[in-house]
C-alpha cells in the first residue's frame, strides 16, 4: 500500500486482503488445502489481517470454489478452510466501524440442498462475527438451478435478521472466450494440435488450414489437460471433452460483440445447418479470421435460459449489488473490465425486454457501491464529495470486440476491450 501510494496516480486506489495469500504468509509449505489451521496459526492470521484493516486495508477475500487452481495445478489454500480459521479471521473486525467481507463459494452444489445450508450457515457466521457488511457472488449454475434463488431467501433471510449482507450480481452471462490466442481453446488437447503448439500464432494457422492436419485432428480425441503440475482446473478438461453438447452454448463474438446470442446462432445449430460434424464446424469457426485471432464466446454461467432473463432477476433484486467485472484475473479467457459499459450499453439501451432506468444503473454502479464499501466521500453528485463526472451519448457508445495484448511482465497475453463512439475510440 505505501509503494502505490508513492507511485504518481490519478485515481484512487482500494486494497483487498485475500485470505489464500495470508494463509500462505502464515503456513508456509502447509497452507495446501488439506491443512487445517492450528489455533496458533488462526491467530498469527487474525493479527495480520488487523493490521492490514488498521493500515487501510478495505476488507478481507476469500474464495470456496473449486474453479480456481494454484500455478501447479491445486486447490486454493483457503478453499477447503475449516469454521474456526474463518470465525477467527472475520474476529480481526471486531470493534472497528469500517471493512466489509467478500466471498465466492460453490455451495457444494453437486452435493446436495444439505452441503449447500451449512456453507451458507458458515459465511453467515462469518458476517456476524465480524459485525461487518458481506457480499457473495451470485451465479446461475446448470447444474443446481434452483440454488441461485434459494442463496437469495437466505441472504433475504439474513437482512431481516439484522446481518447486513447483500449478493454480487454480474451484468451478463459469466463466461469464457475461447481462442488460438487466447488462454484456451477447444483443440488444445489434441495430439496433432501439440505438435504444432509451440509455433507462432501465425504459423499455427498455417498448419492447422493444412487439409491433412485437419483430417488428423478431427479424428483424434481430447488428452486431459488438468491434473497434478497443471494450473488448469479439471472444469477445462469437462468443457473439453464434451464439446459437442458445449457447442450448444458456443457462439461467435462476432466484431459487435453480442453477450446474449439467441440459440439458434449457436455452432451446434450452424453444424447441423451445414450437415458437418460439430467438432468440424468449431474448428473452421476458430480459422475465420485470416490471422486466427477468432474468439468463440462460451457463456458458462448465468445463461441456463438460453438469454439473461435470469440476469434481469438478479440485477433487479434489492440486495444486489453490480460486480464481478474481473479485469485482473483469468485475462487470457475473460475480459470483463468492460461489464460497467456494458451494463448501461445493454440493460439501459439496446435490450428488446427488461430495460432498467439508466438513472438506476448508475446509481448501482457509482453511489450504491460506494455505500457498501463505506466510502462515503464519494458516489453521488453532493457538495463536498469527490466526483468523476462523465457524460455519456447513450446512444453512440459501443463495446468493440476484445483484443489480445502481449503487454503484461515477461510478455504475458491479456483480452483488452475499447468502447466505440462515431469517429473516435477511447479505453
Not at 480459422?287 to 432473463?309: H, I, Q, V
Not at 457501491?369 to 468523476?388: C, E, I, P, Q, Y
Given at each position: 500500500?505505501?509503494?502505490i501510494?508513492?507511485i504518481?496516480?490519478?485515481?484512487?486506489f482500494?486494497?483487498?486482503i485475500?485470505h489464500?495469500?495470508?494463509?500462505?504468509y502464515?503456513?508456509g509449505?502447509?497452507?495446501v488445502?488439506?491443512e487445517?489451521?492450528?489455533?496458533?496459526?488462526?491467530?498469527?492470521?487474525?493479527?495480520?489481517?488487523?493490521?492490514?484493516l488498521e493500515a487501510?486495508?478495505?476488507?478481507?477475500?476469500?474464495?470456496?470454489?473449486?474453479?480456481?487452481?494454484?500455478a501447479?495445478?491445486?486447490?486454493t489454500p483457503?478453499?477447503?478452510?475449516?469454521?474456526d480459521?474463518?470465525?477467527?479471521?472475520?474476529?480481526a473486525?471486531?470493534?472497528?466501524d469500517?471493512?466489509?467481507?467478500?466471498a465466492?463459494?460453490?455451495?457444494?452444489f453437486?452435493?446436495?440442498?444439505?452441503?449447500?445450508?451449512?456453507?451458507f450457515?458458515?459465511?453467515?457466521a462469518?458476517?456476524?462475527?465480524?459485525?461487518?457488511?458481506?457480499?457473495?457472488?451470485?451465479?446461475?449454475?446448470?447444474?443446481?438451478?434452483?440454488?441461485w434463488?434459494?442463496i437469495?431467501?437466505?441472504?433475504?433471510?439474513?437482512?431481516?435478521?439484522?446481518?447486513?449482507?447483500?449478493?454480487?450480481?454480474?451484468?451478463?452471462?459469466?463466461?469464457?472466450?475461447?481462442g488460438?490466442?487466447?488462454?484456451?481453446?477447444?483443440?488444445?488437447?489434441f495430439?496433432?494440435?501439440?505438435?504444432?503448439?509451440?509455433?507462432?500464432?501465425?504459423?499455427?494457422v498455417?498448419a492447422m488450414?493444412d487439409?491433412?492436419?485437419?483430417?488428423?485432428?478431427?479424428?483424434e480425441?481430447?488428452?486431459?489437460l488438468?491434473?497434478d503440475?497443471?494450473?488448469i482446473?479439471?472444469?477445462?478438461?469437462?468443457?473439453?471433452?464434451?464439446?459437442?453438447?458445449?457447442?450448444?452454448?458456443?457462439?461467435?463474438?462476432?466484431?459487435?460483440?453480442?453477450?446474449?446470442?439467441?440459440?439458434?446462432?449457436?455452432?451446434?445449430?450452424?453444424?447441423l445447418?451445414?450437415?458437418?460434424?460439430?467438432?468440424e464446424?468449431?474448428?473452421?469457426?476458430?480459422?475465420?479470421?485470416?490471422?486466427?485471432?477468432?474468439l468463440?464466446?462460451?457463456?458458462?454461467?448465468?445463461?441456463g435460459?438460453?438469454?439473461?432473463?435470469?440476469?434481469?432477476?438478479?440485477?433487479n433484486?434489492?440486495?444486489?449489488?453490480?460486480?464481478?467485472?474481473?479485469?485482473?484475473?483469468?485475462?487470457?479467457?475473460?475480459?470483463?473490465?468492460?461489464?460497467?459499459?456494458?451494463?448501461?450499453q445493454h440493460?439501459?439501451?439496446e435490450?428488446?425486454?427488461?430495460?432498467?432506468?439508466?438513472?438506476?444503473l448508475?446509481?448501482?454502479?457509482?453511489?450504491?457501491?460506494?455505500?457498501?464499501m463505506?466510502?462515503?466521500?464519494r458516489?453521488s453528485?453532493?457538495?463536498?464529495?469527490?466526483?468523476?463526472?462523465?457524460?455519456i451519448?447513450?446512444?453512440?457508445?459501443?463495446?468493440?470486440k476484445?483484443?489480445?495484448?502481449?503487454d503484461?511482465p515477461?510478455?504475458?497475453?491479456r483480452?483488452?476491450?475499447?468502447?466505440?463512439?462515431?469517429?473516435?475510440?477511447?479505453?
Amino acid at each position: 500500500m505505501n509503494a502505490i501510494n508513492d507511485i504518481p496516480h490519478t485515481i484512487d486506489f482500494a486494497a483487498q486482503i485475500p485470505h489464500d495469500a495470508v494463509r500462505m504468509y502464515v503456513m508456509g509449505d502447509r497452507a495446501v488445502s488439506d491443512e487445517v489451521a492450528t489455533p496458533e496459526d488462526i491467530e498469527k492470521m487474525r493479527l495480520l489481517v488487523r493490521e492490514a484493516l488498521e493500515a487501510g486495508a478495505v476488507g478481507l477475500s476469500t474464495g470456496r470454489t473449486d474453479n480456481h487452481r494454484t500455478a501447479s495445478g491445486s486447490a486454493t489454500p483457503a478453499s477447503e478452510a475449516m469454521a474456526d480459521e474463518l470465525i477467527g479471521l472475520a474476529s480481526a473486525f471486531e470493534g472497528l466501524d469500517y471493512g466489509v467481507l467478500d466471498a465466492v463459494s460453490d455451495f457444494d452444489f453437486v452435493a446436495g440442498k444439505d452441503r449447500y445450508e451449512g456453507e451458507f450457515a458458515l459465511l453467515r457466521a462469518m458476517a456476524e462475527k465480524s459485525g461487518r457488511p458481506m457480499s457473495l457472488s451470485l451465479l446461475q449454475r446448470d447444474q443446481c438451478d434452483y440454488q441461485w434463488r434459494d442463496i437469495l431467501k437466505s441472504v433475504e433471510q439474513c437482512a431481516a435478521d439484522g446481518v447486513n449482507m447483500k449478493v454480487q450480481v454480474a451484468a451478463r452471462a459469466v463466461g469464457i472466450m475461447l481462442g488460438l490466442d487466447a488462454t484456451f481453446h477447444p483443440f488444445m488437447g489434441f495430439p496433432s494440435y501439440k505438435e504444432i503448439s509451440h509455433l507462432t500464432l501465425a504459423e499455427q494457422v498455417t498448419a492447422m488450414k493444412d487439409p491433412e492436419r485437419k483430417k488428423r485432428i478431427l479424428s483424434e480425441k481430447n488428452e486431459p489437460l488438468a491434473g497434478d503440475g497443471s494450473s488448469i482446473p479439471p472444469l477445462a478438461d469437462q468443457l473439453l471433452a464434451h464439446i459437442d453438447m458445449i457447442a450448444m452454448r458456443l457462439f461467435r463474438l462476432g466484431d459487435i460483440p453480442n453477450y446474449e446470442p439467441p440459440k439458434a446462432d449457436c455452432i451446434f445449430a450452424e453444424a447441423l445447418k451445414r450437415k458437418v460434424p460439430v467438432l468440424e464446424a468449431v474448428y473452421d469457426a476458430l480459422l475465420e479470421d485470416p490471422e486466427g485471432k477468432t474468439l468463440l464466446y462460451f457463456p458458462l454461467y448465468n445463461y441456463g435460459s438460453g438469454n439473461l432473463d435470469y440476469v434481469e432477476e438478479m440485477l433487479n433484486h434489492p440486495l444486489a449489488l453490480m460486480g464481478l467485472s474481473d479485469a485482473g484475473a483469468h485475462v487470457g479467457t475473460v475480459c470483463d473490465g468492460s461489464m460497467p459499459s456494458f451494463l448501461l450499453q445493454h440493460w439501459g439501451l439496446e435490450r428488446e425486454k427488461g430495460l432498467i432506468p439508466v438513472e438506476k444503473l448508475v446509481k448501482m454502479q457509482a453511489y450504491d457501491t460506494s455505500k457498501w464499501m463505506g466510502f462515503d466521500d464519494r458516489g453521488s453528485l453532493a457538495v463536498g464529495l469527490r466526483a468523476d463526472i462523465n457524460v455519456i451519448d447513450m446512444k453512440r457508445i459501443r463495446l468493440k470486440k476484445p483484443v489480445m495484448h502481449a503487454d503484461l511482465p515477461g510478455g504475458a497475453k491479456r483480452l483488452l476491450q475499447e468502447t466505440e463512439e462515431i469517429g473516435r475510440a477511447h479505453v
